[in-house]
T-cell receptor
């Protein structure tokens, strides 16, 4: 149990376009979802925390107008990178917690490459 | 802000050798977690330790939690190529917080 999926697993886009990444909890209701980004050979950096039905809370230094997060249901959160630039190229990982909130289950990640 | 330091940053060993990696915190851990992450994948939880002095074993992996709950170690016995990956320690940011703070990780390579 406690499986989190992400789609797509890889995406390549042109500079200036927007990209949407989906994060789904497959077998549990995720009251809270987290979005991380990870640069090569670096650790995970939390970008934002989202609770179903409410606005996401962004970490300091993360532009909320650039990284749009929607958590419309208890099983789906989306991250939209708007007007992507090459410096946005990274590995984006989501995680989700259930009702108990004591464990984060991580998705497999999405590799974004902006040309 | 809690800081988690992991050492060594990189480790390359031969198959069959033993190794230990460390995680130290600038403050007392709430609930220390160890993860392994393989290239191109999300982190996978290995263990959670909560009680000072706690020791947990997971096959060839032994996790120790310091008495003061500010440090932890992960020991791997007879390392295998399948152990290759990035080992991350993490802690919840505070009481009642669901946010995780990660260390920078130890990149382990086990050479056949």
């Amino acid at each position: 149990g406690a499986v989190v999926s992400q789609h797509p697993s890889r995406v390549i886009c042109k500079s200036g376009t927007s990209v949407k990444i989906e994060c789904r909890s497959l077998d549990f209701q995720a009251t809270t979802m987290f979005w991380y980004r990870q640069f090569p050979k670096k650790s995970l950096m939390l970008m934002a925390t989202s609770n179903e039905g409410s606005k996401a809370t962004y970490e300091q230094g993360v532009e909320k107008d650039k990284f749009l997060i929607n958590h419309a249901s208890l099983t789906l959160s989306t991250l939209t990178v708007t007007s992507a630039h090459p410096e946005d190229s990274s590995f984006y990982i989501c995680s989700a917690t259930g009702l108990r909130g004591d464990t984060q289950y991580f998705g497999p990640g999405t590799r974004l490459t902006v040309l | 802000t809690q800081l988690l330091e992991q050492s060594p940053q990189f480790l390359s060993i031969q198959e069959g050798e033993n190794l230990t990696v460390y995680c130290n915190s600038s403050s007392v851990f709430s609930s220390l977690q160890w993860y392994r992450q393989e290239p191109g994948e999300g982190p996978v939880l290995l263990v959670t330790v909560v009680t000072g002095g706690e020791v947990k074993k997971l096959k060839r992996l032994t996790f120790q939690f310091g008495d003061a709950r500010k440090d932890s170690s992960l020991h791997i016995t007879a390392a295998q190529p399948g152990d290759t990956g990035l080992y991350l320690c993490a802690d919840y940011s505070g009481a009642g917080s669901y946010q995780l703070t990660f260390g920078k990780g130890t990149k382990l390579s086990v050479i056949p």
